[in-house]
């Protein structure tokens, strides 16, 4: 009897020995066919070092010379500025190692070490000069960055003096020109009929160029090409005769990204199969209110005007909600203003303001008396009659401010008797516009003989305070300022900017941070599958 379960005992070892073995060799060989499944898996994500771009109307890869805005985007991974500009636009050097103000007209820039073309050679103060002449001649997309330049002086290899026609605040902004090449360019008998591709200075060189496309490739004498970040070895570009046409090649799948501000663009690409990237544009409307108005230079008018405007419903209406609510004149991504911009937009906020600032509704109208006198909000609002979606936006603003019972006549003008109104500034309220430039000057809207007429102390030492300050918590405290008293005094109202976009495959991998200056930033992380 204990034989026999010695035995049986024998027996169940020897079967739990042989099913362990089992187990752990099957485990083995599944863990085996999982790395092998892992490994397939990840081969088949093939990582391409290419990317595709399309141009229509292709003028000049020479940025001094080309009209073309998408050569001027491509341009700054080519050739270089002095400074450049960040994603929320700060100022930052770029090829130049420093620039200091001397005094009101004149300004002295030093480069960094060791830069060079693509060919090896060294960059120099006589190609500053050289770019900076050529700009001067008024032919250049540029040009207007040195119009207010007198002359260029080089100290040494290094070293540029630069003199000014007469004092321009913020002046540091202008350098962010694509500086070129002196030597390549000197034997050229008319710079600007040139088909030389200029020698690059950034990222990427041309390689090889004819009649319907051009290559890019890693330029090695980069200044910063001992990153190990660059996964795109070149760049494809091919020529189109219209924007129709890129559209289309984007479509079928033979270009990776575009950049545009066609408020339409799904017409011609769809709505599935690409990733879309949105920015604010530069190009801004708003309502200049005329401050020494009777009626508007009480602030609580103009405060009312403000909540009464649906500014989501004007773009939606007008725009299709392709454009962005805009509050505020630098509110288009720079650093120095802080808020999201959305809609005051409250009409029992409006008529509250009124009725605590003494204002009663009678006879369907706003009435105030004051020394004897009643005044009544009757105002007129001026808009371009050529400008159609001006005309629908000041129409759409007439039944708002009517609703919360403010009368407005819509005077429809013709170009030239807006400009004589804008001019003179004689009007209520009127829809203009601006193109905002890259730097945070706003002495048009604040400074003396400002459009609107409006006159604040404060505000106007603030103004004056940021154009010498270049430390940036400084800067912001003073924006942010002015900001509360610019929303507390409304003397304009901004409405709405455009809206751009850089749409790309979902196959093109990578960090995308575009703006107004380039959609090429963090291009060194970027990669196509």
Not at 36 to 63: W, Y
Not at 99 to 109: A, E, G, H, M, P
Not at 493 to 506: C, D, G, T
Not at 509 to 525: M, S
Request: glycine share 4%.
């Amino acid at each position: 009897m204990k034989s026999s379960i010695i035995k049986y005992i024998f027996i169940l070892f020897v079967i739990f020995i042989i099913g362990f073995a089992i187990y752990t060799i099957y485990k083995k060989e599944n863990v085996s066919y999982e790395n092998e499944q892992l490994d397939t898996s990840a081969s088949k994500v093939e990582v391409l070092t290419n990317m595709r771009l399309g141009i229509s109307n292709f003028d000049n890869i020479n940025p001094i010379i080309s009209q073309n805005r998408d050569i001027i985007n491509l341009s700054t991974i080519l050739y270089e500025p002095l400074m450049s500009l960040t994603e929320d636009y700060h100022l930052k050097y770029c090829l130049a190692n420093e620039y200091s103000k001397i005094n009101d007209k004149t300004y002295i820039v030093t480069l960094k070490d060791n830069l060079k073309w693509e060919d090896g050679s060294s960059i120099t103060s006589q190609d500053v000069q050289f770019t900076i002449e050529k700009l001067k001649e008024g032919k250049s997309i540029y040009s207007t960055n040195a119009e207010n330049i007198s002359s260029v002086q080089t100290i040494d290899e290094k070293t540029i003096r630069i003199n000014l026609k007469e004092k321009e605040d913020f002046f540091e902004y202008n350098l962010i020109f694509p500086i070129i090449s002196s030597k390549q360019f000197i034997n050229e008998e008319d710079f600007f009929k040139s088909r030389l591709a200029p020698m690059s200075s950034g990222m990427y060189k041309v390689k090889s160029a004819d009649i319907d496309s051009m290559e890019l490739v890693k330029n090695e004498n980069w200044h910063s090409a001992n990153d190990t970040e660059r996964k795109i070895e070149n760049i494809q570009i091919r020529f189109y005769s219209s924007m129709g046409d890129v559209y289309n090649s984007f479509k079928i799948g033979n270009i990776d990204l575009i950049c545009t501000s066609n408020i339409n663009i799904s017409d011609y690409i769809g709505t599935i199969g690409y990733t879309s990237k949105d920015y604010k544009g530069r190009e801004v409307d708003f309502i200049s209110i005329n401050c020494e108005d009777t009626i508007l230079k009480n602030k609580e008018v103009r405060q009312a005007i403000n909540y009464a405007i649906d500014k989501k419903k004007i773009i939606s209406s007008v725009y299709d909600n392709e454009y962005y609510i805009s509050s505020f004149p630098i509110d288009y991504g720079n650093y120095l203003y802080f808020k999201e911009s959305q809609t005051s937009y409250n009409k029992k906020q409006a008529k509250k303001v009124l009725e605590d600032a003494g204002w009663t509704y009678r006879y369907k109208r706003w009435q105030k008396t004051e020394n004897y006198i009643t005044r009544t909000i009757r105002l007129n609002l001026v808009v371009d009659s050529s400008n159609k979606n001006r005309v629908k936006v000041a129409e759409l603003i007439e039944k708002q401010l009517e609703d919360i019972g403010i009368n407005v006549v819509v005077n429809k003008v013709s170009n030239k008797s807006y400009k004589n109104y804008l001019e003179n500034k004689n009007y209520d309220m009127i829809i203009t516009g601006i193109y905002n430039g890259y730097n945070p000057d706003l002495s048009y809207f604040f400074a003396n003989d400002n459009i609107a007429n409006y006159d604040n102390n404060e505000v106007k030492e603030i103004i004056n305070e940021v154009k010498e300050i270049r430390e940036e918590d400084q800067m912001k405290e003073k924006y942010k300022r002015l900001v509360e008293i610019y929303e507390d005094e409304v003397p304009y109202i901004f409405l709405y900017r455009n809206k751009a976009k850089v749409i790309y495959s979902m196959k093109l991998i990578g960090e995308f941070n575009p703006n107004n200056y380039t959609a090429y930033y963090n291009l060194g992380k970027w990669y196509r599958q």
